[in-house]
């Protein structure tokens, strides 16, 4: 249990550059727990609220269902940076803050210090557990990863069915489950899956074995990075080789696959 003082200690520590990677994974895990609360209990429900499904249906065509993911999940990123950004503004007040990036590029944000230096940069991915495919992807270059400052936000969201106090069915998105860990121990492990797999890791880019020619390479076009597939079978298989930030990663990957079980039996 880390205390008050203790998060604002560790604050500190990052605003002065003088954090380790892991504290850093800490220090953004903490501040995910009521940013998620907020999100679930008051902006979800109010500002993405709509009717259920058999009123006002999903889009269901295959560049329409990826799109409205994709809006959702930065709407869902947008709200819970802004829930973190109020808490360290509450703590740190102007020492501290966490900034969009302007780039439409990797990372998504910044926890700045005093004078606007980058101290922390985060990536965060929301995952939709109704998604068989996961259009969410991680493949930043590992060259392009700072790994003394990068984390990745998981956040793992359904749909969650309820009912107006007028009695109007309705449906919003709720996060049920979400992690922090280090840019540079996820991609590794991709990096690590994609060799496994007969491919090859190079500073610019990353190949994987052909489809259409056996035998040659061919570029990556961002399945590599597939948010949940990014550990290798057989290195799931040892679970105690890999760091414990991995592990944590599993465990979320577990849950998602958990509810869109749990999903797709309902809709049977």
Request: aromatic content about 8%; charged content about 30%; overall charge positive.
């Amino acid at each position: 249990m880390t205390t008050a003082r203790q998060f604002t200690a560790m604050g500190r520590r990052v605003g002065r550059g003088r954090a380790s990677v892991d504290d850093i994974t800490h220090f953004v895990g903490l501040l995910l727990p009521d940013a998620v609360y907020q999100v679930n209990n008051a902006f979800s429900p109010r500002q993405l609220i709509k009717k259920d499904r058999k009123a006002e249906p999903l889009p269901v065509e295959k560049r329409q269902l990826s799109s409205y993911r994709t809006r959702i999940g930065t709407m869902l990123e947008y709200a819970i940076s802004t829930s973190m950004d109020a808490r360290i503004k509450k703590v740190f007040r102007d020492d501290l803050r966490l900034t969009f990036a302007v780039a439409h590029e990797y990372p998504d944000f910044f926890i700045r210090d005093a004078v606007l230096g980058q101290r922390v940069r985060i990536e965060m991915k929301a995952v939709d557990a109704e998604s068989a495919e996961q259009a969410a992807r991680f493949d930043v270059l590992t060259s392009l990863i700072q790994g003394e400052k990068d984390v990745v936000a998981l956040i793992g969201w359904k749909w969650f069915l309820s009912r107006l106090p007028n009695g109007t069915k309705c449906e919003y998105p709720q996060i049920f489950s979400f992690i922090v860990v280090p840019a540079a121990d996820l991609a590794q492990e991709r990096d690590k899956s994609v060799v496994l797999r007969g491919g090859r890791v190079r500073k610019d880019r990353i190949l994987v074995p052909s489809k259409k020619q056996r035998g040659t390479l061919t570029e990556d076009k961002g399945n590599a990075g597939k948010i949940l597939r990014l550990v290798h079978q057989k290195r799931k298989a040892e679970p105690f080789h890999l760091s414990s930030h991995i592990q944590k990663y599993l465990q979320f990957c577990d849950a998602v696959g958990q509810r869109r079980a749990t999903r797709a039996k309902k809709g049977k």
